[in-house]
């Protein structure tokens, strides 16, 4: 079965500061995607990737970095976290069936 | 723009009473995958359909494309099926566009 794990479960940050969130899969799939959950919106789309070394805009990019070292593996980055991106974080992978697989994500509080 | 509709948005039933949920989905998208979500918890793929009817236990996932939409039945509802039910629509490519989920409670 399908395997994607997150990195930290939870992270209280200081606003201003950097947060990493890293996620790893070992399905050997291309897509990689990182969703923010807030309550009232569902899960938007930050970023993805489709092959290591390149990752693209989602839907709400702004304020949002990501990196994809390896197939494997797949970072979101707040370079100056601030207060409105306290939300839940989920990776997820997609193989070529396009149903996606998630991880059981990342509680984020920026204070 | 690409837009998910999910309803209701939530739904309290007696065990052994079914629910249906319902999505509905804006032209530019297709197939539907639907999740369940424990509070706090993960996101579990329940069903990837994109179109027809799909069977697990007692969910039964049906897809209508040309109608634009998708519908996920409960059978004989267990307390163990309370939490939040997701539907997400994706487009021609890489995109998943998700509802604001159903919220289920079923009460002994």
């Known amino acids: 079965e399908a395997a994607v794990t997150q990195s930290p479960r939870s992270k209280v940050a200081v606003s201003g500061g950097k947060v990493t969130l890293s996620c790893h899969q070992t399905?050997?799939?291309?897509?990689m995607y990182w969703y923010r959950q807030d309550t009232g919106h569902g899960l938007r789309l930050i970023h993805y990737s489709y092959v290591a070394d390149s990752t693209e805009k989602g839907d709400i990019p702004d304020g949002y970095k990501a990196s994809r070292p390896s197939q494997e593996n797949f970072s979101l980055i707040l370079e100056l976290a601030s207060l409105s991106q306290t939300a839940v974080y989920f990776c997820?992978?997609?193989?070529?069936?396009?149903?996606?697989?998630f991880g059981p994500g990342t509680r984020l509080t920026v204070l | 723009g690409q837009q998910v509709q999910q309803s209701p948005a939530s739904l309290v039933l007696q065990e052994g009473e079914n629910a249906e949920l319902q999505c509905n989905f804006s032209?530019?998208?297709?197939?539907m995958q639907w999740f369940y979500q424990r509070p706090g918890g993960s996101l579990v793929s329940l069903f990837y359909?994109?179109?027809g009817t799909k069977q697990s236990g007692r969910l039964t996932s049906t897809t209508v494309i040309k109608e634009r939409r998708s519908s996920l039945h409960i059978s004989s509802s267990q307390t163990t099926d309370s939490g939040t039910y997701l539907c997400?629509?994706?487009?021609?490519?890489?995109?998943?566009?998700f509802g604001t989920g159903t919220s289920l409670l079923v009460d002994p």
């Open positions: 399905n050997n799939h291309d897509y």
């Open positions: 359909n994109p179109s």
């Open positions: 997400a629509s994706r487009n021609m490519g890489y995109k998943l566009t």
């Open positions: 997820a992978s997609r193989g070529p069936s396009y149903e996606q697989y």
């Open positions: 032209t530019s998208l297709n197939s």
